[in-house]
């Protein structure tokens, strides 16, 4: 009898303590001073990135108030490719943030056949993933939403229709008519959401100034050096007719605003762009761009890490709609120095 009940003791131990095993599984992990803790990877598609960095301040302020006002604590860490190009370097980075096994991994991408199965891998892994600003999808449309937790972003065709009236009110401030003229058309590469800015810059103006002639896109490759020269050649072909250059990133207007510098133009020219940085915003100081369609990347990078903060500490995504659009503002020479907008181009962790 004494031989059956120290089996029995026996077999109760050994379950507990596979039960205790399988629990801890499912917990996270606990700091040193019994803290839960997660880990959080931002896979970034460029480390060298004004944008990307200024989405990833808004990470890290979101990580400072939830420790703060949850009493956790984020491993967090970055990884990704130097330049946005880089599309192999990307997708090592992704593969290499599911290896590390994190509780979430936030990220954008700029190629999104490639990026596809590796969402599916980290939504089967059971690891939390939000996209923000580039999805793999355009916009809210909804593509492939069963392998992510949450998208951020703000719409391309926005952009592209608030370029297109910034576009047209710098026009009417320099006394130039709508009747006739030509419009420089520059982006880095040929991607099915950043498209979108594109095409909504040139359904606006065909709704609203006709008689407009806009090139066709040059691609530079996200290289500012060939963004110069593709500026400073629709500057030599179209002479006169040129009314102004139309920028769809960051990168691109870097080289449109050094190729207005070196022949001096910023009377009777127009141009925007998108995304802020330091060579952009000298240029709109200095005249010679006429205005930056400015996303808020430091609410998309909070909003993206409070989601998956709130996600694993809640048990549940806490967003009502799966796609979330945070509109961009318009950026003048009159407004610029206010201090909401230079914040949105300059944010910091407070």
Same mark, same amino acid.
């Given at each position: 009898m004494k031989k059956v009940l120290a089996l029995i003791l026996a077999l109760v131990m050994v379950a507990a303590l596979f039960a205790g095993c399988a629990g801890d599984e499912d917990k996270p992990a606990e700091g040193n001073d019994g803290a839960k803790s997660y880990k959080i990877i931002y896979v970034t598609p460029s480390t060298?990135?004004?944008?990307?960095?200024?989405?990833e301040t808004g990470i890290k302020q979101a990580t400072k108030d939830y420790e703060a006002k949850?009493? %956790?604590? %984020?491993?967090?860490?970055? !990884?990704? /490719?130097a +330049?946005? #190009?880089?599309?192999?370097?990307?997708?090592?980075?992704?593969?290499?943030?599911?290896?590390?096994? /994190?509780?979430?991994?936030l990220t954008a991408t700029l190629n999104i056949d490639p990026t596809v199965p590796k969402a599916k891998e980290a939504h089967d892994a059971g690891i939390v993933l939000n996209f923000v600003n580039c999805g793999?999808?355009?916009?809210?449309?909804?593509?492939?939403?069963?392998?992510y937790n949450e998208f951020y972003y703000c719409s391309n065709t926005t952009i592209g229709e608030m370029a297109a009236e910034a576009f047209l009110a710098a026009m009417e401030k320099e006394g130039l008519s709508t009747d006739a003229g030509v419009i420089g058309m520059q982006m880095n590469m040929e991607n099915a959401a950043l498209d979108f800015r594109m095409q909504g810059f040139a359904d606006y103006m065909a709704a609203n100034a006709p008689a407009l002639t806009l090139t066709d896109i040059q691609y530079n490759?996200?290289?500012?050096?060939?963004? +110069?020269?593709?500026?400073?050649?629709? %500057?030599?072909?179209?002479?006169?007719?040129?009314i102004g250059i139309y920028a769809g990133n960051n990168v691109t207007c870097d080289g449109v605003c050094a190729a207005l510098r070196n022949a001096d133009m910023k009377d009777g020219v127009v141009s925007v762009g998108v995304d802020s940085d330091d060579i952009e915003i000298a240029a709109l100081k200095d005249g010679y761009l006429s205005a930056i369609? $400015?996303?808020? #990347?430091?609410?998309?990078?909070?909003?993206? !890490?409070?989601?998956?903060?709130?996600?694993?500490?809640?048990?549940? =995504? /806490?967003?009502?709609?799966? +796609? $979330?659009? %945070? /509109?961009?503002v318009? $950026?003048?020479?009159? =407004?610029?120095?206010?201090e909401e907008i230079q914040f949105m181009m300059s944010p910091y962790v407070k």
């Open positions: 060298a990135s004004d944008f990307w960095s200024q989405v949850l009493g %956790i604590k %984020i491993d967090y860490s970055v !990884m990704g /490719p +330049q946005e #190009a880089d599309a192999e370097g990307y997708v090592k980075a992704f593969e290499n943030a599911i290896a590390a096994k /994190p509780d979430a991994i793999l999808g355009n916009g809210n449309d909804g593509a492939y939403a069963e392998y490759g996200n290289d500012s050096a060939d963004a +110069q020269a593709d500026a400073e050649g629709t %500057i030599s072909t179209y002479s006169s007719d040129l369609i $400015v996303q808020d #990347a430091f609410t998309q990078g909070y909003r993206t !890490m409070e989601n998956a903060i709130r996600t694993l500490t809640e048990g549940k =995504n /806490p967003e009502a709609e799966q +796609q $979330v659009n %945070i /509109p961009p318009i $950026v003048t020479a009159d =407004n610029i120095d206010s």
